[in-house]
């Protein structure tokens, strides 16, 4: 099955992390850059996961998942080593419009990660639909050394021209000027 790359404003969505790990804590090091709207359900956590919870004021329990603990949520992330765990959470999500991620399990999925890049408003997320996450970072270090670090200036100047040029053939043609020319000066041919 394919994955449709897809970029979700997640501001307000309720995140549930079950498991506290080291995995876990790489899950919730992505997640806090987008919500802050998360709840951790772990028997035990590493000190990375700990930080980040103290670290960005997440609700923490110590305790394990109880049938019922995703009601109210959006997210699920499954970040155990108990395969029984994922399919029960991924099974009891059905029909309730609660999004799953089971690490390490693309069977018990609604989604997957990509590894991404991002810089102010440039994302550049990267996948192999689950066939080698280890392929996807490594692709993602090889074009994280060619994004100029200069891209974040590039985009806000832009942003703010949208913002005042009428919209129209003129303008489109006037953005992409300017985008060749920070191509042609930032990135070699």
């Known amino acids: 099955m394919a994955y449709f790359p897809m970029f979700v404003d ?5 995140v549930l992390v079950v498991g506290g790990g ?3 804590a790489e899950k919730l090091e992505k997640l806090v850059e987008f919500t802050k709207e998360i709840t ?9 996961t700990h930080r980040l919870i103290k670290d960005h ?11 019922g603990d995703i009601d ?30 089971s690490v390490d399990n693309t069977d018990y999925c609604d989604f997957i990660f990509p590894s991404y890049i991002k810089r102010d408003d440039l994302m550049v997320a ?20 060619i994004i100029p670090d200069t891209v974040g200036d590039f985009l806000t100047k832009m942003k703010e021209l949208r913002r005042t040029l009428p919209k129209g053939k003129s303008r489109m043609l006037h953005f992409e000027k300017l985008t060749e020319e920070y191509f042609k000066k930032h990135f070699k041919s």
Request: include cysteine.
């Open 10 to 14: 997640m501001t307000d969505l309720k």
């Open 22 to 24: 080291h995995i876990a």
């Open 40 to 48: 951790v359900i772990s028997t035990e956590v590493s000190e990375a």
């Open 57 to 67: 004021c997440l609700t923490y329990y110590l305790r394990p998942y109880q049938k």
């Open 72 to 101: 109210g949520f959006d997210v699920v992330i499954v970040a155990t080593d108990t395969v029984d765990l994922h399919k029960s959470i991924y099974e009891e999500s059905r029909n309730r419009r609660i999004w799953v991620n």
């Open 126 to 145: 990267f996948s192999t639909g689950g066939a080698s996450p280890a392929f996807a970072k490594r692709i993602r270090c090889y074009f994280e050394e």
